[in-house]
C-alpha cells in the first residue's frame, strides 16, 4: 500500500516538476531593435490616407447602387498622388482591382502586398463624418481607416518613398489592390488566375490582417500587432419548416413556426460544434503568453498538454471573441414567417451564419446540423459558402513579418513602414 502513495506522490511530484520547468522556459520571442531610421514625411502619409478616406467607395452586392464615379476617382488618385510608382511599375486592372508590377533583377520568388479600397456602407451615428478624413493629435477617422485603407496608403507610400531613394529592388513585386473585398466579389479571384496564367509563383503573399491592439491577452500590456496565418470559413444557411396555413381561429397543435423553433432550440442548445486548439491558435498562444506578467497564464499555455480542459473551459466562461477562436460558431439572425398575425403561416424560415474554424468543412457543419434538427422535412439552404483558408507555414519566410517592427520593417528587399506616431492606424497585414 505504502508503495502506491509513494508511486502516487512521485507521479504527482514530476508532473509539477515538469510543470514548474516548462513554464520557466516559456521565454518571449525577442526582436532586435530597428537600426535603420527613415526620414518619412509623416504628415504627406496621414494627409495620403485622409484623400483615400475621403473617396466614398463603398461595395454593395446590389451593383446598381455602387458609386462608379468613385472608384474611378480612387484609382485616379493612385495615379496621382504617386508619381514614381507610376513611371516604375506596370499597372494593369483587373476585374474592379488594380495589380502593379514593379520589375526586379529576378522575377523569382516575387512578393504579393495586398489590400482593399471598398469599404462597406455606413450605418449607426458617427461622431465623425466617415469620409471626411479627419485627422487629430491621435487618429485619422473614417470609414475605411482601418479596413483597409490604412495597409493600402502604407504600401503606396512606402514605395514611393523607396523610388524617392532610387530604390531597386532584388525581387519582382506585385501590389494588388481589389475594389469588391468587401462583397466577396470576383476581383481576388480574377487576380489568382492572373498569376496562375502567368506562372507566377509568390514567395510571400500579404494580405489584410489584425490591428495593433491592446490588452488583447490577458497579463499582456504591450501593444500587439496580429499577424492573421488563417481565416475561419463563412456560411449562411437558410432552414425552412412548412405547415398548412388557414385562420389562427382553429390552430393545430404545430405551424412552421414552432417545427423550426424546436430545431433552432436544438441547434442553440448543441456541443456539437467542438472547441479545438487549432495550430493557428497554438501559435497565437505560444507566442502571446511568454509575454503574459501572470505567472498562473504563463503557467497554464506553457502546459498546454495537461492544462488544454482549463484553457477551454475560460473560453466557454467568458465566451466572445477568445470562444470563436476554438470553434465553429452560429448566430441566428434572420427569420421570416406569416405576414399576418391572425394567419397562419405556411412557412417558416431562420437565417444562420457559420463562422467555419480552419480544419472544418462547410458540408461537415451542413452534416452536423442535420444530425442535431433530427428533421428531414426541414429544408436547408445553402446560401453562401467561403470555406476556411489553410493555414500559412510559421517558417523563415514568416519570419521576415515576424521581425517586422512597428516603423520601419523590412520585407525582403522592400521597406514597408508603419507610422508609429501613436497613431494607431497602422494595420499589419494578414499573412496568406
Ligand atoms: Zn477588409
Redesign the pocket.
Known sequence: MDYVIYGLVGIFTLIILVIITRTLNFKPILYPEMRKKYDIDELRVLESLSQKIKIPTISYLDSKMVDQKAFKSFKEHLKNRYPLINEHATYKEIGTGVLFHIKGESDEEPTVLMA?FDVVSVEGNWTFDPFGGDIDETYVYGRGAL??KSSLNAIMESLEYSFSLGKKFKNDLYVSFSGE??IYGETQHLMVEYFKENNINPYIVLD?GGAIVSNMFPGVSKKVAVVGIAEKGFMNLKLTAYSKGGHASTPPKDTAVTILSKAVIKLNNTNIFKLKITSSVKILFDTLAPFSKSFAIKMIFANLWIFTPVVKLIAKISGGELLSMFKTTQAFTTSTASDAINVLPTSASVGINYRIRPGETSADVIKKVRKVIRNNNIEIEVLKISEATSTSTVDNVFGIVRHAHLGVSFLTDLIVFRISLNRNMCHVSRFL
Open positions: 482593399h479596413d483597409t473585398e468587401e489584410e
